[in-house]
Antibody
């Protein structure tokens, strides 16, 4: 069974840092692009970042560029999101999502499956 | 303000057909494939339609997707109470170099 399990969320003060992890299982992790998507309380979905299967390309939303860093460890079947200089508006549930096709580029791809999410709260 | 525009709400009675629109531009829907996600209350999003009009295995054929130019639609026929959820469209945007989501449409079954 394909599974994604996020961890590392919690309460952090503004300006602080947090590192999220996503443990993947049930598929060949190194073959798939991976993504982070977030959802602020009561709000819609917002794409955060994507990383290629070999980390050869990385994309970020403008809202997190320069503050967040996406990375992966294919040997550990894990995806990460290092979040620095956190702001109140970064408060959200952060979902890890795999692309549906290992062959297609992001512009032709989709997110499937998704993890259950981990909550990040930025507050003093 | 989302790059993709969806109506904030939609409703229908059991058995009815409802459509949810998603409007974009030439840099997103007009040049890339669109996907739809369903988010039931308190749960993670789930893929509903991919590549404009393809259904993943396990998704009932009551759900269908279409695209024309810079707009797309999700149609749900034979509405059921379990269809009450938030629905999001999403695609790649060539200008932003990232994935963009619609603001979401909350479907209520009356």
């Amino acid at each position: 069974e394909v599974q994604l399990v996020e961890s590392g969320g919690g309460l952090v003060e503004p300006g602080g840092s947090l590192r999220l992890s996503c443990a993947a299982s049930g598929f060949t992790f190194s073959n798939y692009r991976m993504n982070w998507v977030r959802q602020a309380p009561g709000k819609g979905l917002e794409w955060v970042s994507s990383i290629g299967s070999s980390s050869t390309y990385i994309y970020y939303a403008d809202s997190v560029k320069g503050r967040f860093t996406i990375s992966r460890d294919n040997a550990k079947n894990s995806l990460y999101l290092q979040m620095n200089s956190l702001r109140a508006e970064d408060t959200a549930v952060y979902y890890c999502a795999r692309v549906g096709s290992g062959e297609l580029p992001l512009r032709r791809n989709w997110f499937d499956p998704w993890g259950q999410g981990t909550l990040v709260t930025v507050s003093s | 303000q989302s790059v993709l525009t969806q109506p904030p709400s939609a409703s229908g009675t059991p058995g009815q057909r409802v459509t949810i629109s998603c409007s974009g531009s030439s840099s997103n829907i007009g040049s890339n494939t669109i996907n739809w996600y369903q988010q039931l209350p308190g749960t993670a999003p789930k893929l509903l339609i991919y590549s404009d009009n393809q259904r993943p295995s396990g998704v009932p054929d009551r759900f269908s997707g279409s695209k024309s130019g810079t707009s797309a639609s999700l149609a749900i026929s034979g509405l059921q109470s379990e269809d009450e959820a938030e629905y999001y469209c999403a695609t790649w945007d060539d200008s932003l170099n990232g994935v963009v989501f619609g603001g979401g449409t909350k479907l209520t079954i009356l």
